[in-house]
């Protein structure tokens, strides 16, 4: 209110306008309605005065001179303000009230965002000559790793349709049918706990299919798509050029300890096997005698951190499953300081540093089976990337990773299948049948940076003995369809719920500022 003149700030979908009210009547009204209020408004666009243009607005040349107001709907007291985008707001109450949390600009344009991302992609599929299709949602159970959601049948009381954990049974049947390249911005509900980069419960992904195609064509068609899709929605960062780096599984593992590696972080584990082997550091001696590993992951400049940093390191990497985390640091001046120092020779010291460490550097180690040493030590130098500021956030580096195990070993120590059964290993089924089950390597499976699920090849029958006759019913029509002279064909998932492709889309950082609920409702 500057007297004589009340100013209200009008909000749609478009954006903000000024609104000028000068009718003492109209003052007295437009002064007392609340915030969030749905308003009618009818009024002149006038162009604003020198002096009065605000530049921060996109609509700040032009203002409205009203002539009539009526209150549609007043809003109640607000449970948080929506145009004051520090306020921390708490997860539960921007979920209770979410369609006031969605009028935030943040989240306006998150959502605006994910239906540009999701219509450029459907452009993008049309030109590479896919054609999307619509799966079915309400199927039968079958193993593809996750628990399946249960919806009961009314028709026939007892059973259960499942809902699909991804549509990949159905885009393979649209091959054997002699269609040629599928796409689908496709819904998966699959009831495991929430991660970090999915959603809980539902997410989508972009599904797709190609007949008659080796994994080299599936890579080839799928750069360009994502790199034109990523370099629109990217703004001023950098995005990788094709072809894409391939980095094999167990390399992948080594260096970054994970299968979906930033490889914006500079920081590379490596096997410190040579450096503990014989040694008198009992714990990692012992532990490698037993068949176990041991990781290093180097901490650049960090010999003059205090104590506390360590401490905390080791806290965190107990906190994600390590019994507990060895250090040493090099100082600037060469010496060697470390509880474990005493029981390396000279020789040994001397080996770990010509690893690529220099003075100044610190060195962590992770000891435990190969797979959880690898785990930890990437958790260990993802959070290193990120305290020490090492990670570049101006570029998006694209990868695949290849040679995927086709089984892994369990919590539980059960050999189960490392994605899903309907895969051609490397070597066809002679692989399985003639190396150690835990070697069989998948024909290649696949992740863009942290996109993307799997990438298959399958060229004819392929059933496991090993399959127990359960599991084999479970998928009895998929055999079926592969037994009656199947196509080659080969496909790709990458998730559009995943944290990197959105945030690579939304230039955000956490997973929640996503819509919680169906998107596509």
Request: aromatic share 10%.
């Amino acid at each position: 209110d500057h007297g004589g003149l009340l100013f209200l700030d009008i909000r749609d979908h478009y954006g903000v306008v000024q609104v000028v009210v000068s009718n003492a009547d109209q003052i007295e009204t437009a002064s007392k309605i609340k915030l969030e209020s749905i308003l009618l408004i009818e009024g002149v666009v006038v162009k604003r005065v020198e002096g009065t243009i605000n530049s921060e607005l996109k609509t700040g040349e032009i203002e409205i001179k009203l002539s009539d107001l009526k209150i549609e709907n007043e809003a109640e007291t607000l449970p948080f303000v929506i145009n004051n985008p520090s306020e921390q707001i708490g997860e539960e109450v921007r979920l209770e009230y979410r369609f006031l949390d969605l009028r935030r600009e943040k989240m306006h344009q998150n959502i605006i965002l994910r239906c540009n991302v999701i219509s450029e992609v459907r452009r993008l599929m049309n030109e590479a000559g896919f054609m999307e299709f619509q799966t079915p949602i309400l199927t039968a159970s079958s193993p593809e790793g996750a628990r399946d959601f249960l919806v009961p049948s009314r028709v026939h009381p007892g059973k259960f349709y499942a809902l699909p954990q991804a549509p990949q049974q159905f885009k393979q049947l649209l091959m054997v049918s002699g269609f040629d390249r599928y796409f689908q911005i496709a819904p998966c509900f699959r009831d495991e706990d929430a991660r970090a980069d999915r959603s809980p419960g539902e997410f989508y992904q972009l599904d797709i299919e190609m007949a008659y195609v080796t994994q080299e064509e599936v890579f080839n068609t799928m750069e360009p798509i994502l790199y034109n899709l990523f370099k629109k929605f990217a703004g001023a960062k950098e995005v990788s050029s094709f072809p894409f780096e391939r980095i094999q599984y167990d390399t992948a593992m080594l260096k970054y300890g994970s299968d979906k590696p930033d490889l914006r972080n500079p920081i590379i584990n490596f096997d410190a096997r040579e450096v503990f082997e014989g040694s008198d550091f009992a714990t990692f001696a012992n532990a490698l005698k037993e068949g176990k590993a041991v990781r290093a992951i180097p901490a650049p400049k960090c010999a003059t951190q205090s104590r506390k940093f360590f401490d905390d390191y080791i806290a965190f990497a107990k906190e994600n499953g390590a019994g507990g985390l060895a250090y040493i640091i090099f100082e600037e001046n060469g010496e060697v300081k470390s509880p474990i120092a005493k029981f390396l020779s000279a020789e040994r010291i001397a080996l770990l540093k010509s690893k690529g460490l220099q003075n100044g550097d610190a060195v962590f180690f992770a000891c435990d089976s190969e797979l959880k040493a690898s785990k930890i030590a990437g958790a260990v130098r993802t959070k290193l990337g990120k305290d020490l500021g090492l990670i570049d956030g101006n570029i998006f580096k694209f990868c695949w990773i290849v040679d995927f195990p086709f089984y892994e070993e369990n919590d539980e120590g059960k050999i189960e299948f490392s994605h899903n059964p309907f895969s051609m290993p490397q070597g066809g089924l002679d692989a399985l049948l003639l190396s150690d089950i835990e070697k069989a390597i998948n024909i290649q499976i696949d992740k863009v940076e942290k996109e993307g699920e799997k990438s298959r090849i399958t060229y004819r029958l392929t059933i496991d003995p090993r399959l127990s006759d359960e599991k084999a019913r479970e998928i009895n029509h998929y055999f079926d369809s592969i037994s009656n002279s199947s196509s080659v064909f080969d496909g790709i998932d990458p998730s559009e719920e995943n944290q990197d492709i959105k945030i690579t889309m939304g230039l955000r950082n956490k997973l929640r500022e996503k819509f919680k609920v169906n998107p596509l409702s």
